[in-house]
């Protein structure tokens, strides 16, 4: 930790500007393409590998997640990232794992992810907070695959005054459309030829969006999915972009996005899709 806190006191007094990249690990193309930018837009990049407990309500997901330092460091080291901060709990947590206080995420933290893994967002918010006290970031980079995580993110850093630049980043697909995760590593062949299905019914509301209510795309998604065996939607919600509350029609928001969790056999996977960006006009 101290090599880490000299390391980054000497590029603040060098004025250098630092980019970060906070990781769960277990690295796969979509953390590459934050790295990639994360380099070329800053003098130091740094990049983090971090399993946080506090973010976990579930012990079992935890204990499963997908873990490979070693192999995580050789990719880091091939990108050209600058530092490596490969924490263990105690370094993050010397105090223990407990809140040291609740933070205000607002409405975004409250629902989808936040309805369904409850205390998620704020140890998602902990650990972030903690992360950047630490390394300082002038940009930090993270994937919209976790849409509602920047929003929260987003949140977090005005609640608590953190003097940083959120960088979203486009979702990295594999060729057959599934989004990038770790988590696909845990999915056996018969539920990965499955899980592009979550990315085509997305695309394909897209277009059934527009000569059907809010509420009929919505359950044409849950529908097509639960029919394949071995795939269940715990929630698809259609809401506005800003505040990631639920919208009940098309006109309702400028920005509409749809966000979805669905189990792949024991494997939670998430993806979203964009319906409609008038902010971009």
């Not at 590459?32 to 837009?41: G, K, T």
């Not at 650990?127 to 970031?137: E, I, T």
């Not at 920047?150 to 608590?160: F, P, Q, S, T, Y």
Request: aromatic share 8%.
């Amino acid at each position: 930790m101290g090599d880490l806190e000299s390391f980054i006191s000497q590029c603040k007094n060098n004025g250098k500007s630092i980019g970060f990249v906070p990781t769960m690990g277990a690295l796969h193309a979509g953390h590459l393409s934050l790295v990639e930018r994360c380099v070329a837009e800053n003098d130091v990049a740094v990049v983090s590998v971090f399993v946080n407990p506090t973010q976990f309500n579930n012990p079992d997901d935890l204990a499963t997640y997908p873990r490979d330092p070693e192999g995580d460091s050789r990719l880091l080291a091939k990108a050209g990232v600058t530092a490596v901060f490969l924490p263990e709990v105690g370094d993050i947590y010397p105090d223990g794992t407990g809140r040291d206080h609740d933070y205000e995420l607002g409405t975004a933290a409250e629902v989808m992810e936040g309805k369904y893994r409850p205390g998620h967002f704020q140890g998602v918010a902990q650990v972030v907070s903690r992360l950047f006290a630490l390394v300082r970031p002038d940009r930090a980079y993270f994937g919209e695959k976790d849409f509602q995580q920047i929003a929260v993110i987003r949140n977090m850093v005005a609640a608590e005054g953190i003097d940083v630049s959120i960088v979203p980043c486009p979702i990295k697909r594999a060729n057959d459309g599934l989004a990038l995760s770790s988590r696909n590593a845990l999915l056996d062949e018969e539920q990965r030829a499955n899980a592009p299905e979550i990315h085509r019914a997305l695309l394909d509301s897209q277009a059934y969006a527009l000569n059907h209510s809010v509420d009929a795309t919505r359950r044409s998604v849950i529908e097509y999915l639960d029919a394949i065996p071995g795939m269940r939607v715990e929630y698809f919600e259609i809401v506005d972009a800003r505040t990631l509350l639920p919208v009940e029609d098309w006109a309702e928001a400028p920005w509409i996005v749809g966000c979805i969790t669905v189990y792949c056999g024991p494997v939670r996977l998430i993806d979203n899709i964009t319906f409609k960006n008038e902010l971009d006009k």
